[in-house]
């Protein structure tokens, strides 16, 4: 909603102080995201400085941007070389709410604070380790607040909650920096939007700002995850209180997805379809959304699995392809095949699948175990694809050539330079789609010919690919004719076609041509 200027003074001028010890809160959440060790080579030595316990360790081995582990605070990071990491820095945006009373209701302000951190470490690293010990110590600290949310609570109803969006921006017009009604963001204005980032959430003070507030119930101080945009949460919660129960259940993984994702489906719905039991399992799991639709299928499919067996088949991508497995097997064997797999889990269901089907195209017993399991899915699947291929070309071909067969006679036609060929084989599509930089060659033109769906002619001009004809075997024309780079007909090829439709037997050749689709019957129907 959009406001006045006054409107947005009045509101800005309510917005309170950062509470005490913000800074240093942004300080150590930062330095808590971002490990590094910052390292340099002294003699036969490798010196570090961990920027989480700021301790001087040695490492036994350390790369610049490589991972590396502090051998005092145990944490894992990155090793920086002081020499290549002169001036590092790194930032984040923390989001935090505050009451506010203005002169024409409460509210709640959220705040987005970008927080930057800046170790300055410069050319001489002779100092090593003291300056990079000081500059953790005493970091070049930056912070700027770009975006401001604020939600009005209606004196009349105490439920209805009015949201305004606020920038902060440089305004020449007045020489300095003011708040503004928040502009639309488009493919020509991308500026940064602080508040669509997943920002870290400063939690101190939840309890107390939502109490008496539409969102006392929000359960947003249960919320464990850290990084959360509080204004997502107040709007999930807005438009479905059930937020509040999955969040004091503990299902915070998938109340995770829910704040920061945006979802196709409802899954609310889907949560409420479980059984029980099985919302039991969920909460003792902490299940995501994926999860969530696994246990669902599960129960659909009247599946029993171990809490191991179902963190397997999560990982196991689209569960429709799991169902023509189990068709053929049970889902012991299933999991238990996957497993062996060195190829991504996520996509080992879908190749197996696949290498099945193809495998009966090839004339295989799907039921013999030899078949049925094979040792590496990911080769065997590919290996399938070509032996199909193959199969499929073999055909194509055999057929490419009983149409040439059939048609070259009465079809090709050779006036002046130009000459109309019929294709006999694949190799003509491709070189005559490679030549003339068009589709021909793919699009499954050769294989509907061979199945005489259509006629694919190709003109030549002194023995070279020039023009690429096809004929509607439905409406008996023209339906496409393409020179290089699908470039248009001269007046000598137009002219060249008139000229062979009159002279390739016109009558005669269009009942040949319906009869490939509308038999004989409907071929006499016309000569008549």
């Known amino acids: ?314 990982g196991y991508g689209n569960l429709q392809n799991m169902n023509p497995l189990l068709e053929l097997m049970p889902i012991n064997k299933i999991i238990n095949h996957i497993e062996k797999q060195q190829c991504d889990k996520d996509i080992a269901a879908g190749l197996w699948v696949d290498y099945i089907n193809m495998s009966r195209k090839l004339g295989k017993d799907v039921s013999k175990s030899a078949v049925l399991f094979p040792k590496d899915i990911k080769a065997s699947h590919d290996e399938a694809v070509y032996l199909v291929a193959e199969k499929e070309n073999a055909e194509v071909e055999s057929k490419l050539k009983e149409v040439f067969e059939k048609w070259s006679d009465i079809l090709e036609f050779e006036s002046g330079k130009l000459k109309l060929i019929v294709p006999r084989s694949q190799k003509e599509f491709i070189k005559e789609g490679k030549d003339l930089k068009i589709c021909v060659w793919s699009s499954g033109y050769a294989k509907r010919m061979a199945d005489e769906k259509t006629l694919v002619l190709m003109i030549r001009k002194d023995n070279k690919p020039y023009f690429t004809l096809e004929i509607d075997t439905e409406l008996v024309k023209v339906k496409q004719l393409h020179g290089y780079d699908h470039a248009r007909a001269p007046i000598e090829v137009q002219r060249f076609v008139d000229k062979w439709q009159r002279i390739a037997k016109g009558r005669y050749l269009k009942s040949r041509l319906l009869n490939m689709n509308k038999g004989d019957a409907y071929e006499q129907r016309i000569a008549n």
């Open 1 to 314: 909603m959009k406001v006045k200027r006054a409107k947005i003074d009045e509101l800005m001028n309510a917005v309170p102080e950062m509470p005490a010890g913000f800074r240093d809160y942004a300080t150590k959440e930062i330095l808590k995201r971002n490990r590094y060790l910052f390292f340099k080579k002294v003699k036969t030595k490798t010196i570090a400085v961990c920027s989480t316990c700021g301790e001087k360790v040695e490492l036994k081995k350390a790369a610049h941007n490589e991972k590396a582990t502090c051998p005092n605070c145990k944490t894992k990071g990155i090793a920086k070389a002081i020499n290549k990491a002169k001036q590092f820095e790194y930032s984040e945006v923390i989001s935090i709410a505050q009451k506010i009373k203005s002169k024409s209701a409460d509210g709640i302000v959220i705040r987005y604070v970008k927080v930057q951190i800046r170790f300055k470490h410069y050319e001489d690293t002779s100092q090593f380790p003291d300056f990079v010990l000081n500059s953790l110590t005493n970091p070049i600290i930056g912070m700027w607040e770009g975006s401001r949310v604020i939600r009005l609570i209606d004196p009349d109803d105490s439920n209805a909650v009015k949201k305004y969006y606020f920038e902060f921006e440089y305004s020449p017009k007045n020489n300095q920096w003011q708040w503004i009604n928040e502009k639309t963001r488009s493919w020509c204005f991308q500026r940064e939007l602080l508040r669509d980032a997943l920002t870290i959430m400063y939690k101190r003070n939840l309890k107390q700002v939502i109490k008496n507030t539409p969102y006392k119930y929000c359960a947003i101080d249960y919320y464990k995850n850290d990084l959360c945009n509080i204004d997502d949460y107040f709007s999930e919660y807005d438009g479905h209180k059930e937020l509040e129960y999955i969040v004091k259940c503990g299902m915070h993984n998938f109340a995770r997805e829910l704040v920061s994702t945006w979802m196709y489906a409802n899954p609310y719905y889907d949560l409420k379809d479980l059984s029980k039991e099985n919302l039991k399992r969920v909460k003792k799991l902490d299940l995501n959304y994926r999860g969530i639709k696994t246990l669902l299928w599960c129960q659909e499919s009247n599946l029993k699995l171990s809490d191991v067996q179902l963190k397997q088949v999560i």
